[in-house]
């Protein structure tokens, strides 16, 4: 496994995984075992069902969900992806009812590849920009 395959596994997951909801691409790159470090959980996400559950909660409060990468870096089986979320919250958002607000969220993904398959996760984004955007938290 080197660099090159794992920032394209992590822009596949990233682009067409998460951003166009193709869980069957989902089921072949990532590992039944894959762990995911997410700041909206206070525990590691674990197993390929568990990751899948919470991402679809976001697609499920922004349907329209897009995700572009904007960079890659990668060595041997690591991938770091930057990448930016942009979406209309038009339906419940883990909780919080819709706003109709257009929104864009940046973030970084550092990624473990083995065998072909994403086995580890570490996600860090701009939550606290996402919920300024929806107004939740007031601007400023």
């Known amino acids: 496994m080197g660099a090159a395959e794992s920032k394209t596994i992590g822009r ?5 995984v998460i951003g166009q909801g ?7 790159i990532v590992s039944q075992d894959v762990v995911m470090i997410h700041p909206s959980s206070p525990q590691p996400v674990a ?7 919470m991402l679809l909660g976001f697609r499920a409060g922004l349907p329209d ?3 572009t990468v904007e960079d890659a870096i990668g060595e041997d089986d690591r991938a770091v992806i ?36 994403v086995v580890h996760d570490i996600v860090s984004e701009d939550t606290m920009g996402l919920m300024r955007q929806l107004g939740v938290i007031p601007e400023g």
């Not at 193709?22 to 072949?28: F, H, Q, R, S, Y």
């Open 47 to 53: 197993g390929l069902e568990a990751v899948k559950g």
């Open 82 to 117: 930057l990448w930016r979320l942009r979406a209309t919250h038009t339906a419940d958002l883990f909780g919080l009812p819709p706003t109709g607000k257009r929104v864009e969220m940046p973030g970084v993904s550092i990624f473990r590849v083995t065998d072909g398959k």
């Open 65 to 67: 969900m897009t995700m």
């Open 22 to 28: 193709d869980w069957d691409l989902g089921a072949e």
């Open 12 to 16: 596949r997951f990233m682009e067409e």
